[in-house]
């Protein structure tokens, strides 16, 4: 057998073999941050650079940052996924709305839909829901009435079909109107008038995620600008956040662990600008774009070597297949580009099941701004690779220090 073989093989064999509790921290409740900060660009910033700890508030990111560095943010806006609703007998049924299933998957079509759509729902209270529900939804002068059907189950949720009596009404304006902003399961409280705006980022643009992009919740108009003006510029991808990523890592090892997907939109400017920044360095606002980019990065290599479903990325493919981490992100890119345009468009769809681990060599991101995250999860996970064994000493620090934990936490920036 060949020994190159042989050693991927035994690689491959101890990534799926880490073990999540070596990833693990002592996090008390009350480093919980419950609420967010009195003013978005006042939480901390923990800046890491070369091994040494800086300690800042959020306003004085753009001292750290350079012309020579540029930020790619993810504008996802947070919907009103949500629904609380009572059945016949007066009991409580929640439905989370987890991703549209008909007449498309598509998010942005979905939201337009009039009279009928079906999604992929999370249901609390499941057994108590036998016959269909009735939800009364007042809109400016009138009120719709919405009936949710409970489906199949699918994949630990049901599909759920709403019908509505307006068919001047979209999906999106009546869930803007009854749904509530679906706070984390870790901030034990309702949601209030408050997280309307600051489980928001101020850029947020295309509705389709679950869960907000925390790491961009610290960003303010003045900062943009500041940034701005320091002439560091800035890109956007999509990518719809799902429940998903709150989901706890139960196995033992990470090998049994099943990564959720989430959709991915890409527009043919970033692809350009990625090409024509490659002298600099891209700090990603977030874990989600950090999978974002690194999924792209995947997507082109498919491309280039001509592998089926190039769009698609799976949990473990990149590890299977050592030819993928061969490509050059050059390469990657001008393969994306070169596809949008044979295929006469200017976005790219894709979706991504991608699990960043300790040794996955990042190929797109040179730095990170994000929260800090719960023990044993994959953002942790994903947050490792980056840093290797230093993430225990920053956390440590962010602990001793009095920062402030998880989406309505503080800050880190994580510089080369």
Partial sequence: MNADFCTFA?????VRNIRIEDYNYELPEERIAFFPASQRDHSKLLVYRKGDITDSRFDHLPEFLTPNQYLVFNNSKVIHARLLVHNDTGAAIEIFCLEPLWPSNDPATAFSQTGE??????VGNAKRWKHPLHIQVPIDDKTIVVTATKGESIEGAFEV?????????????????????PLPPYIKRAAEADDEVRYQTVYAKHDGSVAAP???????????????????DNEFVTLHVGAGTFKPVT?????????HEEKIVITET??????????????????TV????????IMGAKLHLNLPDPLIVSQW?????PAIGQVTPKEALVALRTHLRSQGTDLLRGATSLIILPSFKLRMTQGIITNFHQPQSTLLLLIAAFLGDEWHRIYKHALENGYRFLSYGDSNLYLP
């Fill in 117 to 122: 759509v079906t999604w992929k729902c999370m």
């Fill in 251 to 259: 196995s033992k090892t990470i090998g049994e662990h099943y990564m």
């Fill in 214 to 232: 925390t790491a961009g919740l610290h960003f303010t108009p003045e900062v943009l600008a500041a940034l701005q003006s320091k002439g560091i």
């Fill in 290 to 297: 950090t999978r974002t980019l690194e999924s792209l990065f």
């Fill in 10 to 14: 035994a690689a491959m064999t101890e």
């Fill in 270 to 287: 970033l692809i350009e600008q990625l090409l024509a920044n490659r002298e600099k360095q891209c700090i990603a606002v977030g874990t």
């Fill in 161 to 181: 079909t709403f019908q509505w009596d307006d068919g001047a009404i979209s999906f999106a304006e009546w869930l803007e109107h009854y749904g509530k902003m």
């Fill in 317 to 321: 493919e990149v590890y299977d297949n």
